[in-house]
């Protein structure tokens, strides 16, 4: 049996494929750049303005158990922080100590309200890219916030 036929065929079928494949993705192409996407135009990371955030270079380490971490607690800013980069909200929302309302910034019966707006204060990204601004520093190293209060640090000792 001659095959040469069916051949010829698999390879239009084949090559047909292709052009289809690089036809969809074209019109993808396309049509994501028409689309009206908002940019966020900030592009710089949040930096340390050792000018208007304390000094902890002094205090003390947490510790959990017998076990030293790299979290420090403030007390000008009564809050406990790290040099790990976590989401600034809930360690907000840890001042509200009712918990807060179902729009994530208020905190039930006012119960912690101050101390949620200083924190978000202080540590909402504003002009910058970054999970939290940093609250403090040691050295050349920043610090974000970590956890509300002293609660989560009450064992301290040397890093």
């Known amino acids: 049996m001659n095959n040469k036929p ?15 494949t690089i036809l969809v993705i074209l019109f993808i192409v396309r049509w994501i750049n028409e689309l009206d996407v908002f940019v ?4 710089d990371n949040c930096v340390l303005n050792t000018n208007i955030i304390p000094n902890i270079s002094d205090e003390l380490c947490c510790y959990i ?12 800013i009564d809050m406990v922080v790290n040099p790990v980069a976590i989401p600034y909200l ?15 910034i208020t905190c039930v019966d006012q119960i912690g ?6 924190c978000m204060n202080i540590s909402t990204p504003i002009d910058c890219i970054g999970l939290s ?3 403090a520093y040691a050295g050349t190293t920043a610090y974000y916030p970590h956890a509300a ?11």
């Open 6 to 20: 069916l051949n010829i065929l698999w390879g239009l079928i084949i090559l047909a494929l292709i052009i289809l």
């Open 40 to 43: 966020f135009e900030k592009t």
């Open 65 to 76: 158990g017998t076990a030293v971490t790299a979290s420090k607690y403030v007390p000008s």
């Open 90 to 104: 809930p360690v907000c929302q840890g001042y509200c100590k009712e918990g807060v309302l179902s729009d994530g």
């Open 113 to 118: 309200q101050i101390e949620f707006n200083n």
């Open 133 to 135: 601004l940093p609250v």
């Open 149 to 159: 209060t002293e609660s989560s640090c009450l064992t301290k000792g040397k890093c």
